[in-house]
């Protein structure tokens, strides 16, 4: 019998994977990877890409529900698409979903399309929120991660972009934008 391997997500830090590991390991997964970033895209998300790289022909990857593993339509297309390069079977614990048949794979589509709509309608709430509060005058957007009035002095000072970045530990681009205002 080949492996089962799962992969567990949550969006934020104070969030538990403790349920979802649990329903891998009753899944029959025996190796778990799991990590606490967003799934709005791939970017950042390490323990997803070493266990892509990491899966055979025959093995078995599970999730608790389709919106762990990708957010958007485009990312869960080309994570099934590589998985189904490489041999490599799709089921969801929560879900009717599993690659290895017909069914499971018309129902992993339309689940794509679904966690897509949900996230599109969050954002536009969100966005939603922003422009009333805006309207409000109580918006202040994030905090800035940068402090101008050190840019400048550091500046004064004789030091380049690129010494006023590293020393501050922010982008270069930020301190540009900061220097040009």
């Known amino acids: 019998m080949s492996p089962i391997y799962g992969y567990a997500r949550v969006s934020s830090i104070d969030q538990d994977l403790s349920l979802q590991r649990a329903a891998l390991k009753a899944a029959g997964a025996t190796i778990i990877r799991a990590e606490k970033v967003s799934g709005a895209s791939r970017k950042g998300r390490s323990e997803l890409e070493t266990l892509l790289e990491f899966l055979r022909p025959g093995d078995t990857l599970v999730v608790t529900r389709i919106d762990r593993l990708a957010r958007s339509l485009r990312d869960l297309q080309n994570i099934v698409h590589e998985l189904r390069e490489r041999g490599v079977h799709l089921k969801a614990t929560e879900q009717p979903v599993d690659t290895s048949t017909a069914a499971g794979k018309a129902f992993l589509s339309m689940l794509g399309v679904f966690a ?14 922003i422009n009333a509060a805006k309207a409000r005058g109580v918006y202040k957007g994030r905090t800035p991660s940068i402090k101008a009035d050190e840019v400048r002095r550091l500046r004064k000072e004789g030091l380049g972009a690129t010494a006023i970045a590293k020393k501050l530990g922010v982008g270069r681009a930020s301190v540009y934008r900061v220097l040009t205002r």
Request: proline fraction near 0%; charge should be negative.
């Open 116 to 129: 897509e709509f949900e996230n599109n309608l969050r954002r536009e709430r969100q966005m939603e929120g």
